[in-house]
């Protein structure tokens, strides 16, 4: 069983830059795609960002491209979201996500393990 830890939500104003991590453990990181999810209030989750195993893809969401970078470091297990030029509309819960893909997907469903999500909200 994997376990997935987020840290690094904050509150934050437009225009400012956070830094999420996941740590995972529990497993071989090395097997799993990572992903980004996020859900605002009142909507359905949607994908943000993901890695494939070896950061040889990345893929993005329209919305955060440019603004958004995803890495993992497999030393340490953990995967990375920087986020700059936040804006109030990214105020939302973000989760983790790993999966046993054999290349990076937007589908939430197809990851098996996550995290209990980090909250980031950007003010106005």
């Known amino acids: 069983q994997v376990q997935l830890v987020e840290s690094g939500g904050s509150l934050v104003q437009a225009g400012g830059s956070l830094r999420l991590s996941c740590v995972t453990s529990?497993?071989?990181?090395?097997?799993?795609?990572m992903g980004w999810f996020r859900q605002a209030p009142g909507k359905e989750r949607e994908f943000v960002a993901a890695?494939?195993?070896?950061?040889?893809?990345?893929d993005y969401t329209d919305s955060v491209k440019g603004r958004f970078t995803i890495s993992r470091d497999n030393t340490k297990n953990t995967v990375n979201l920087q986020m700059n030029s936040l804006k109030p509309e990214d105020t939302a819960v973000y989760y983790c996500?790993?999966?046993?893909?054999?290349?990076?997907?937007?589908?939430?469903?197809?990851?098996?393990?996550w995290g209990q999500g980090t909250q980031v909200t950007v003010s106005s």
């Open positions: 996500a790993a999966g046993y893909l054999p290349r990076i997907l937007r589908r939430g469903e197809a990851y098996e393990f």
């Open positions: 529990g497993g071989t990181f090395t097997n799993y795609a």
């Open positions: 890695i494939s195993l070896y950061a040889t893809s990345r």
